[in-house]
């Protein structure tokens, strides 16, 4: 196991979203970018969503880049559950 990628709506939260971790051994291999296309085209075509989203926390700059390389945009900056604010990104279908 080198990680794990997958849509998921925690219980409680406002919203559904992409999330994803990979163990640090395995980084900077194009993994997470690999599973996260895939797992975006499943909720498109095979859930039906309008939308894919993300949410991110402020310091993650590496899931920041991701997000950049998968297309993402800026939709909304909301306050969770857990009392942060998390800025929240609208992931395209992949080509």
């Known amino acids: 196991m080198i990680g794990g990628c997958g ?4 219980e409680g939260y406002p919203r559904s979203e992409l999330t ?8 900077r291999n194009g ?5 996260s ?3 975006i ?3 498109y075509d095979r859930l039906g969503w ?19 390389k998968l297309g993402g945009t800026k939709i909304l900056r909301e306050k969770f559950p857990d009392g942060l604010e998390r800025d929240i990104f ?5 080509h």
């Open 7 to 10: 849509l998921w709506w925690p």
């Open 20 to 27: 994803w971790w990979i163990v640090p051994s395995a980084r």
């Open 31 to 35: 993994y997470a970018l690999e599973a």
């Open 37 to 39: 296309r895939a797992a």
């Open 41 to 43: 085209a499943f909720g």
């Open 50 to 68: 309008d939308l894919v989203e993300t949410h991110m926390n402020d310091d993650n700059v590496a899931a920041r880049a991701l997000v950049q």
């Open 90 to 94: 609208g992931l395209p279908r992949p």
